[in-house]
T-cell receptor, first 114, second 113 residues
Framework: AQSVTQLGSHVSVSEGALVLLRCNYS??????LFWYVQYPNQGLQLLLK??????LVKGINGFEAEFKKSETSFHLTKPSAHMSDAAEYFC????????????FGSGTRLSIRP | EAQVTQNPRYLITVTGKKLTVTCSQN?????MSWYRQDPGLGLRQIYY???????DKGDVPEGYKVSRKEKRNFPLILESPSPNQTSLYFC????????????FGPGTRLTVL
């Protein structure tokens, strides 16, 4: 079975500061990992995904995440926050063998201070 | 435009009154799922479908029904809604097994009084 834990339900950073959203996963087989973003009153949109090709994954809007097997982590980062990054972010895990079951974290709300 | 649509977007109803939330995708995707989103709990899968006439329970299926008679449509049925089903619901679809990208609808906010 898989699980995912997002540390921090709310993160606040200043505009221009580093964004770091934490995600730890648990999986007994090689995982696929995803980060989704949800803007207010909208559905979820894929930011990036790890599919075992490269451990450093680059996504849209300047976000990237690094898969660290030894730490069972897949933290999301962005060097410089913009006001438009304010949203809720979800980490998710699945595996090839559990094709239809995708487990989502509880979400992290990112606020940007002017 | 490739998209997943849901209707209605907002619904207020009363306990016990049957309702259906429709979901349709125009991308010819095999896989479709329904999720509910509750504060502090993230998204939890209600039901999923891997193809026409093939459906299975997710993590929180109690009180819900689904059907997949056509590839593009995957309605969510609440036969007798209760207040604990007040939530934000999302339909999603993807073409094939992971790690294929899942596309989400805009959501349906349901309130059961």
């Amino acid at each position: 079975a898989q699980s995912v834990t997002q540390l921090g339900s709310h993160v606040s950073v200043s505009e221009g500061a580093l964004v770091l959203l934490r995600c730890n996963y648990s999986s007994s087989v090689p995982p696929y990992l995803f980060w989704y973003v949800q803007y207010p009153n909208q559905g979820l949109q894929l930011l990036l995904k790890y599919t075992s090709a490269a451990t450093l994954v680059k996504g849209i809007n300047g976000f990237e995440a690094e898969f660290k097997k030894s730490e069972t982590s897949f933290h999301l980062t962005k060097p410089s926050a913009h006001m438009s990054d304010a949203a809720e972010y979800f980490c998710a895990v699945t595996t090839y063998s559990s094709a239809s079951k995708i487990i989502f974290g509880s979400g992290t709300r990112l606020s940007i201070r002017p | 435009e490739a998209q997943v649509t849901q209707n209605p977007r907002y619904l207020i109803t009363v306990t016990g009154k049957k309702l259906t939330v429709t979901c349709s995708q125009n991308m010819n995707h095999e896989y479709m799922s329904w999720y509910r989103q509750d504060p502090g709990l993230g998204l939890r899968q209600i039901y999923y479908s891997m193809n026409v006439e093939v459906t299975d329970k997710g993590d929180v299926p109690e009180g819900y029904k689904v059907s997949r008679k056509e590839k593009r449509n995957f309605p969510l049925i609440l036969e007798s809604p209760s207040p604990n089903q007040t939530s934000l619901y999302f339909c999603a679809s993807r073409r094939e097994a992971p790690p294929d990208t899942q596309y989400f609808g805009p959501g349906t906010r349901l309130t059961v009084l």
